[in-house]
């Protein structure tokens, strides 16, 4: 009888959510697509910003 009177509580017990994560500025540390604000983009980056430079007007 204690132990189903243990294991019901299991189930009833509230578990708040998490906090709203922090914004960030970019990738984590240590991501694969950390920015590297000291290399100059590829001719195909700078096609793509481009490209999506002018989306910004359509969001």
Known sequence: MGRAVI???LIWVWV???P???PTHGPPPLHPERLRPD???TPTERHLAHQLRDLAGYL
Request: glycine letters at 8%; aromatic letters at 0%; a negative charge.
């Open 39 to 41: 290399l100059p983009l």
């Open 20 to 22: 709203d994560p922090e």
């Open 7 to 9: 294991e019901a509580g």
């Open 16 to 18: 708040p959510p998490p």
